[in-house]
Structure formats: structure tokens, C-alpha cells
């Protein structure tokens, strides 16, 4: 039996499970992108039949780090960019749990840019969702890895002289299996991409577009979008690394000439995840470790019998 | 000088087989019935450079490394860097034998292989002239080329150990099974063939009037040989950690490779990541998924856990990390001991310390204060640090196989179940209170694991009201902050409490006078106590380990039971007793200090002489490598 009776539940599952009763109410900013995440979030973990306290969600610090907050499920908000190292040891500490990790651009391809690039490469079953307004809002208005070049700001005051990070490009090189980009202001879209990156068996990572009206109002508003798939314009094979390349290249170029390009830019659904190619080094027990801390039964190895290589 | 004692130095390059062949022989020793210590000192290099190990084995009980020693196998260093290179790194060739003459005791032995080290360089030494005046025996060999002609030139270390044995006139039966356990076929015959013809050449053809003899003793229990990183391990092994997260560094490696190579067997997980700071993170995301997980590292990779660890003091989550001092600031010397980490690892992180340290003093204290940082840390969810050193980590002392013959204990402490749970409080819409300062006993409110059924709840490093939120209210805060720091009075309580110390005591109970140490200098200290005693002066000593929460009562009885007190620590700026000024402040007229920071650990001489330049000839500077700092005020 089971100590983790929430996971796998079979029940119908209703949205407003997923929001917080009584308190807090959202402090993010009207017209924030940050709700377009939490929307789709919430629709889209029903739709993938799961529940909240199947759910762990890890978050950084920032607006978005607020995220599970907002949201009901058993949360960890942690330190500025730390949630990937968080919720991958989660995962492999119990596997079964649903684990989503969540963070700004700063938060991820800034301060924790190194453990974005180990989390895609090992492949954690995880679902990291960036949310990126190409701005540090919470600290009021500093230029951030996405700002464009030329970016002011008052830590920048004649212009970036930086490229921006390019974060679909990077994710690529680094070795995620799945990578999207969608924007608060595609609902349907952004829902479809969560609940596809949490339903992928790997690292899904979706750098999804969140204006600050607040920070970056000279920024656009994301719109108008094109969604990749939709649109007659863009041929490619999503599971064609040089193809997906090519079409991250382009995407992110044209963002700062004002062309919001969204969708599915590489899955990779036949890569095992870390815990798999773990398991099969003979690394990962069978069972879910946190398990066996509650099993009555369980045997559990001695020093004592390790001693013979010292006597 | 006691002549019981065989304190036996061989020393090499890195590279050479000088730990395993040590290895092998210190088990020898002890299967034979001795008791042994060992003492590992060796460069930051992976080929070459001057290293050695040494054994210290003895009829009785040995806690420490002995002052000097009497008996090197100097191997030659066969990756010595080329004479071209001399003006930075010296004759290398020569450095087996020229470094370590200088402590080597009178009435010593010296073997060198003279197949490795030349004539030439042996005379610019002046060999002959310090061996007659400090009465050592000197016996050229050509160890490697005895090696080349009956295996390879490798086996010379075994050739080596042939002739201590022959020296020592040791039986060669323990070594002989050792080497059946360590390899077959033609390297064992090789081998053997080796030992045995350099056994025989010393015995047949070398005439020795040296009285050194290998000690005889004898066991009434069966004994293993292992080291504090062995300890630390078995100890996170019996208190059911089974997650560990870590990146390389010397020497905290150790325990690391320990743990990494028996997990697999033992269903558990080990994990080498980007860098320390998500070492720390994943230790503290696998406790918060419900494993006992661990992480450590060395001075500079420690300063990268400081946020994750202030993360798990302000989410509560249970933690173990272990920090293996060595040499700093900043890289300083990464194979040197010293105990200079200690205000870092006290309070290092952002806001007020709720932690717990213990430092270990012996391979012993290693073993159960880390079973006792996994309990606490778990019954009281709170992160535990074991601080020890590369002393500790590194050195190999014989214990009662029966010590390590306990019960494992994995259970998680302050967690629920699922049924505990919907017992348990929650608010108004189902958010169970994992920080409720309501019904906490002793500061700790009992927590549930991600995915059991009604234990949702928000873990944050910002302050936070009881169901996890966020929350700066005024009241909420204090609240929230005494019920965390209440927890360190009731571990200190709990400790007190407890049967047995994790202070260590020795020496004379009624002595006016006090050494007190802690961590790894502990043996050193207990043994230059013991002789201060033995030679007529009345010395008590006290090892702590318990630096935070401190063991105030028992230190305060300690320093209102003498007049005066010294406190021996390897480090510059005498971090212990600050410590103990800050917690005790009243005693501080009482403290002086004993300084040590070359980057080797104290010998019990050391202790002794700067307890009588301190209590006895005032007037006297120590000679040795250390310093004194007088008392406040003085």
C-alpha cells in the first residue's frame, strides 16, 4: 500500500481545486502576463487527470516565483534560481510525483543559467515553465538575459550592450526533449503546451512569453502571435533537431523586430528520461524511495555488514 | 620517547601505491594485534611531489599521530619532475628521504631505494654524518631493482615492506594474506616472490644492531581499520539516509565516493551535479519529498550551500551536510588540515543561525555524531552540519568490529502519515498547517510529504503564516521565529538529557589546569594531557563537539573547575575560543591559546611544550611551528 494515497487518484477533477480558498489573492500587477500562466496551469493539470496534491510545484524568486501561491497544490518556493536542483532531486526521490518548476528569465537563464543547462541535459522528467517579460520586474525595472540589446534601464542606462540570451536555442543545445514557447495572451495555446510538457517524459521546458505592464510597457504586448503550427508561413519537422534549430534561430531573432513566433519547436518523445537511464545503470531503485521510509517491512542495510573489507 | 611504539613513514611520490600499500600494511599491523593510527600527508598533484603515510602501532591504545617517528622506507619518487624543473620544485629524486630526515628520531631506521635515488644526491645530504650522530641505521637497497628482476618495477613498495618486515622481524603471514585478498595469479606471485627476496636479503646478508623491534600485542575482539570519511558513512548508512547530492572537492570527496559506491546496492541515490549549490538544493528537495538525503563538501564548495542552507532553516526542512575543513582562505592548501572553518560554518547564511554542528573528535565520534545530526535533525527539522577536517577524513584507526553492531534508524521524525494527518490541523480550505506555532511541541510542528492526501502545504523561504503563505504580519513573524529557535533549546535539553556526552573528558579531575580542544585535535591533546600527568604535572582536558546549540553547561563546569585554561585549535585567529568568549564570556581572563597553521596536524609534543611555556616557564618561547596567544587582558 501506498504512503502517497493523492498520487494517481482516479476522480474527476474540477479546476478550482487548484485555487488556493481563502487567501492570498494574486499581488501581481493588472494586465500581468503572470495570470496567463496560472490560468493555463490550472486548466491544464485537470486535463492531464491530475490532481493537487499529486503535484509539486518548485518555483524561484521573482513575481513568478509566486506562482504556487496562487496555485493549490503542495508548493516549494525557493531561493533565486534554485528550483530546477529542488525539483529534480524531488523526482528522484518519488518519481511518481508530478513535478513542475517555474521561474523568471533572470531566475532561470540568469543566476540559475548553470543548473537550466545540467537539468536539460540529464532529461529530468520535469516541466520548467520560464516565464519570460525580458525584464526584472519585482526589483522594478532592471535589464535582464532577454532584454534586447539597446535595452535602457536604470542599471543600463545608455543601452545593453548584450545580446540576449537566445533560451529555445540554448534549451535545444543543452539536451531538452521537448521545447516550446507560448505567451499569456494565447490561452489555448499556452494550455495545449502545459499540458503536452507534462504529459512529455523528459525535460519539457516552455519559455512562455509574459508581458509587465508595470516594467516593460515599452515592450509589446506579445501581440499579434503566430502560432508555428497554425500558420501556412513555417514548415518544419518538431522532431528534426536542425530543422527545430533553424526555427528557434529565426524565432528569436525576429522577437525584437516585433514578430511574436509560438509553439512546439522540438520533442523528442523516444529519449529515455534521467530516471529511466538511471534506473537502467542500476542507480535508481525500483520503488519510489520516499517510499520506503513509510513501509513497516522495509529491510534496511547495516554498516556492520560492510565490515569485512576493513578487518 | 617510548620505545613500545613503531611509528613507520613511507614515503614516495603521489602515484607511487603509497595509500594502498600503507593501507595494507596498517592492517597488518593490526592483525597482528596492534592498535594502529595513521597519519596521510601528501600535495595537491596527481603524479609526483612529496607525500608520505605514516603509521603509528603500539601495544596500546593510540589516538593520535606520535611525535616523530622511527623508521622510513623511502621509496623514491618516480615522477619526480626532471632536474630542468629544479629551480621551482627542488631535487625531486632526492625529497622520499631529504624531507622527512628532520623528524625522524634517534636510533631510527632508514631503508631507501637506492635503485631510485642516486649516490650522488645521498652524499650532498650529508647522510653519513647525521646518521652517526643521531645513531640511525642506514640500509641502501635497490628495491626497484629487485622488483624489475623478479615482476615489475611497481612491486617495489612491496619489496619494501619485505625488508621492514626483515628489519622488524615481523612474521610475514598477515602481509601475505592481505596481498591473497588484494590480487591472484601471476601478480601475487610476483609479489610474494618480491617480499620474500628482500625478506631474505636483509636477513641473510645485512647485519643490524638497531633495538627497534615491531611491537607484539593482541586483540580480544576483532578489529577493522578505518578512517573518519569510512565513519562519517556508515554512520549517514545506519541512520537511513539513502540520498546523496555532491560535486568533487578534497577532501569531503571521500565520504562523497563512499557513499556513491554502496548506494546502488542499498535502493539508494546518489548524485554528482553542476556545482555545490545545487548540491545543497537537491539535498534539500529529496528531504522535502521525503528522504533522508545529505550533502557536504569542502571550505569553498561549503560557501556555495550557504543560501540552500539558509533555505532549509526557514522551510524547517531536515538536513545533514558535512564540511571537511582543510587549509584556507580561498583555496589555501586543499590536502593541508586545519580547523579554520569553524565561524564560517556557525554563521554562514543570511539572518539568525537555527542549525546544529557537531564536530567530531575521533573516528568513533565520527560514526555517531553523524547518526546523531541525521536524529536531530529529523525529530527536530532542522539542518545538522558535521564539521571535521582533512585530518579526520584521512587518518585510519583500528575499532571493535561489535562498535558498529546497532539498529538502523530511518525513521523520519517529526513527519506524519496520511492517517496522522487528517487528525491533523488545517485551514478553512483544506491547506494542512505545517508551521502551526499553535500546537508545536518544543518549537517543532510535524510536517507531511508531497503527494499524501491532505498534506498540501506551501514551503517558502520567505516568513510565512502557519499553512506556508507568505506573511510579514508583525506577530506572525515572532511567533513564527521563537517557535524556530525554540528548537535549539529544546535540542540542547534533549542532549543534556542524554545518557552519555558528545564531550570527550581525560586527564586528572582535580587539576587546577585545563586544555580544552575540539574536532580532529582531539587525540593529540588527550595524549600530551596523559603524559603532562604521567610526568607529575596535574592537567585536566576537555574535547567539545557540541558547537551549536553549544554545550553551555558542561564547558561552563568545566572552566569554574580550573584556573586557568589553554585551548588548542589548528587555526591562526583562535576561532574556538571566541566561540567560547561569545558563549561564555565571563571566562575569558581564564583562556589562553595554542595556534597551529602550517598545514600539519599537532603532535602530542607540540601540546605538552606549549602547556609548559604557558603554566610553567613562563618566560619561554615554543620552539615548534605554533603560536601562543596570551589571555584577554594579559
Redesign the interface.
Known amino acids: 500500500m501506498s504512503?502517497?494515497?493523492?498520487?494517481g487518484?482516479e476522480r474527476e477533477i474540477d479546476r478550482d481545486e487548484f485555487t488556493?480558498?481563502?487567501?492570498?489573492q494574486p499581488t501581481w500587477c493588472p494586465g500581468c502576463g503572470d495570470f496567463g500562466v496560472l490560468k493555463a496551469l490550472k486548466q491544464a493539470l485537470p486535463e492531464a487527470g491530475k490532481t493537487?496534491?499529486?503535484v509539486?510545484t518548485?518555483t524561484g524568486?521573482g513575481c513568478s516565483g509566486?506562482l504556487?501561491?496562487y496555485l493549490?497544490?503542495?508548493?516549494?518556493?525557493?531561493?533565486h534560481g534554485?528550483s530546477?536542483?529542488?525539483?529534480?532531486?524531488?523526482?528522484?526521490?518519488?518519481p511518481?510525483?508530478e513535478v513542475i518548476a517555474a521561474g523568471g528569465d533572470g531566475d532561470g537563464y540568469g543566476i540559475g543559467g548553470?543548473?537550466f543547462?545540467?537539468s536539460a541535459r540529464e532529461n529530468h522528467d520535469i516541466t520548467y515553465i520560464v516565464f519570460n517579460n525580458e525584464i526584472f520586474g519585482l526589483t522594478k525595472g532592471q535589464t535582464s538575459p532577454t532584454s534586447p540589446k539597446g535595452h535602457k534601464s536604470k542599471t543600463q542606462p545608455s543601452g545593453s550592450a548584450k545580446t540576449p540570451i537566445r533560451p529555445l536555442s540554448q534549451s535545444l543545445t543543452a539536451g531538452a526533449s521537448y521545447v516550446a514557447r507560448t505567451a499569456a495572451v494565447n490561452p489555448n495555446q499556452a494550455k495545449e503546451i502545459i499540458k503536452e510538457a507534462i504529459e512529455h517524459d523528459g525535460f519539457a521546458h516552455i519559455d512562455f512569453l509574459t508581458q509587465c505592464p508595470t516594467w516593460n510597457k515599452d515592450a509589446r504586448q506579445y501581440v499579434p502571435y503566430v502560432d508555428i503550427q497554425e500558420s501556412d508561413d513555417y514548415d518544419f519537422d518538431v522532431s528534426d533537431r536542425e530543422e527545430a534549430a533553424r526555427m528557434m534561430r529565426e524565432t528569436e531573432d525576429v522577437l525584437n523586430e516585433g514578430t511574436v513566433l509560438t509553439g512546439r519547436y522540438y520533442v523528442e518523445d523516444d529519449r529515455p528520461s534521467y530516471q529511466q537511464e538511471?534506473h537502467a545503470v542500476?542507480?535508481?531503485?525500483d520503488?519510489p524511495?520516499?517510499e520506503?521510509?513509510?513501509d513497516d517491512d522495509?529491510e534496511?542495510?547495516?554498516?556492520?555488514d560492510?565490515?569485512e573489507r576493513?578487518? | 620517547m617510548s620505545s613500545d611504539e613503531l611509528i613507520w613513514r613511507i614515503a614516495g611520490g603521489s602515484g607511487d601505491g603509497i595509500d594502498s600499500t600503507s593501507q595494507n600494511f596498517a592492517k597488518a599491523l593490526m592483525r597482528s594485534g596492534l592498535d594502529v593510527f595513521t597519519h596521510r600527508h601528501y600535495p595537491s598533484r596527481i603524479r609526483g611531489g612529496h607525500t608520505y603515510v605514516e603509521i603509528r602501532a603500539a601495544d596500546h591504545e593510540v589516538q593520535s599521530r606520535g611525535d616523530g617517528y622511527n623508521f622510513l622506507l623511502a621509496l623514491g619518487d618516480s615522477f619526480a619532475r626532471n632536474p630542468q624543473e629544479d629551480a621551482f620544485y627542488g631535487n625531486e629524486e632526492i625529497k622520499p628521504l631529504s624531507e622527512n630526515l628532520d623528524e625522524l628520531r634517534e636510533g631510527g631506521i632508514i631503508i631507501y631505494d637506492e635503485g631510485l635515488i642516486s649516490e650522488e644526491d645521498v652524499e650532498a645530504l650529508d647522510l653519513e654524518a647525521r646518521a652517526e650522530e643521531n645513531d640511525w641505521h642506514v640500509f641502501p637497497m635497490d628495491l626497484r631493482g629487485l622488483a624489475r628482476d623478479h615482476g615489475r618495477e611497481v612491486m617495489r613498495n612491496t619489496a619494501g615492506v619485505g625488508a621492514t618486515a626483515a628489519l622488524l622481524e615481523m612474521d610475514l603471514e598477515h602481509i601475505e594474506d592481505l596481498m591473497s585478498d588484494a590480487m591472484g595469479g601471476d601478480i601475487l606471485e610476483a609479489n610474494l616472490e618480491i617480499l620474500h627476496e628482500a625478506y631474505d636479503i636483509v636477513t641473510e646478508e645485512y647485519d643490524f644492531e638497531h633495538d627497534l623491534r615491531a611491537p607484539e600485542g593482541s586483540h580480544e575482539t576483532?578489529?577493522?581499520?578505518?578512517s573518519g570519511s569510512?565513519a562519517i558513512?556508515?554512520?549517514a548508512?545506519?541512520a537511513?539516509c539513502?540520498?546523496i547530492?555532491g560535486y568533487p572537492m578534497t577532501p569531503w570527496t571521500d565520504v562523497f565516493t563512499i557513499l556513491s559506491q554502496?548506494?546502488?546496492?542499498?535502493?539508494?541515490?546518489?548524485?554528482q551535479?553542476?556545482?555545490e549549490?545545487?548540491?545543497a538544493?537537491?539535498?534539500?528537495?529529496?528531504s522535502?519529498?521525503?528522504?533522508?538525503?545529505m550533502s557536504g563538501s569542502s571550505g569553498g564548495g561549503f560557501a556555495l550551500m550557504s543560501?540552500?542552507l539558509?533555505?532549509a532553516e526557514m522551510?524547517e526542512t531536515p538536513l545533514v551536510l558535512i564540511e571537511a575543513m582543510r587549509a584556507g582562505p580561498s583555496t589555501g592548501m586543499p590536502t593541508k588540515p586545519e580547523q579554520s572553518d569553524l565561524e564560517h560554518i556557525l554563521y554562514t547564511s543570511q539572518g539568525d543561525s537555527q542549525r546544529v554542528v557537531f564536530a567530531p573528535g575521533n573516528i568513533e565520534e565520527a560514526y555517531e555524531q553523524t547518526r546523531l545530526a541525521f536524529e536531530i535533525a529529523w525529530d527536530y527539522q532542522i539542518p545538522s552540519i558535521i564539521i571535521y577536517d582533512q585530518k579526520l577524513s584521512g587518518e585510519n584507526t583500528n575499532v571493535d568490529?561489535e562498535f558498529?553492531?546497532?539498529e538502523?534508524q530511518?525513521?523520519?521524525g517529526a513527519t506524519l502519515?496520511?492517517e496522522e494527518l487528517r487528525e491533523a490541523a488545517h485551514?478553512?480550505?483544506?491547506?494542512f498547517k505545517r508551521f502551526n506555532y499553535e500546537d508545536a511541541e518544543n518549537g517543532v510542528a510535524q510536517r507531511s510529504?508531497?503527494?499524501?492526501?491532505?498534506?498540501?502545504?506551501?514551503?517558502?523561504?520567505?516568513e510565512h503564516s502557519p499553512v506556508?503563505?507568505?506573511n510579514e504580519d508583525p506577530d506572525n513573524r515572532v511567533a513564527q521565529m521563537d517557535r524556530r529557535l525554540e528548537k535549539l533549546e529544546s535540542i540542547r535539553e534533549d542532549l543534556d538529557s542524554r545518557e552519555s556526552s558528545t564531550q570527550t573528558y581525560f586527564g586528572d579531575e582535580t587539576a587546577d589546569y585545563g586544555v580544552i580542544t575540539w574536532g580532529s585535535s582531539q587525540g593529540a591533546v588527550e595524549e600530551a594531557v596523559k603524559r603532562l600527568n604521567d610526568d607529575g604535572h596535574s592537567v585536566k582536558g576537555i574535547s567539545v563537539s557540541d558547537m551549536m546549540p553549544f554545550a553551555e553547561a558542561e564547558v561552563t563546569e568545566f572552566l569554574e573547575s580550573v584556573d586557568e585554561a589553554m585551548v588548542v585549535e589548528m587555526n591562526a585567529t583562535a576561532q574556538f575560543r571566541g566561540l567560547l568568549q561569545k558563549e561564555l564570556g565571563r571566562f575569558g581572563e581564564k583562556l589562553t591559546s595554542l595556534l597551529k597553521y602550517n598545514g600539519n596536524p599537532f603532535e602530542p609534543a607540540e601540546i605538552v611544550e606549549g602547556y609548559e611555556v604557558n603554566f610553567v616557564e613562563e618566560d619561554r618561547e615554543p620552539t615548534a611551528q605554533v603560536r601562543i596567544e596570551p589571555a584577554a587582558g594579559d
Open positions: 504512503a502517497f494515497n493523492a498520487i487518484e488556493p480558498g481563502v487567501e492570498p493537487p496534491e499529486e509539486l518548485v524568486i509566486k504556487n501561491s493549490d497544490t503542495y508548493g516549494f518556493h525557493t531561493i534554485r530546477l536542483p529542488v525539483a529534480r532531486a524531488a523526482k528522484l526521490a518519488n511518481e510525483l548553470n543548473h543547462i545540467h538511471k542500476g542507480e535508481m531503485p520503488q524511495l520516499a520506503r521510509y513509510f522495509a534496511w542495510e547495516r554498516s556492520y560492510l565490515l576493513h578487518t | 576483532e578489529q577493522a581499520l578505518l569510512n558513512a556508515y554512520g548508512i545506519d537511513g539513502r540520498f547530492a554502496n548506494f546502488p546496492d542499498m535502493g539508494g541515490v546518489s548524485e551535479v553542476e556545482d549549490i545545487a548540491a538544493a537537491l539535498a534539500v528537495g529529496a522535502h519529498a521525503g528522504v533522508k538525503a543560501e540552500p539558509g533555505l522551510t568490529v558498529f553492531d546497532r538502523p530511518p525513521d523520519l502519515t496520511e485551514d478553512n480550505s483544506g491547506k510529504i508531497p503527494g499524501q492526501k491532505g498534506g498540501r502545504f506551501l514551503a517558502t523561504g520567505n506556508g503563505h507568505i
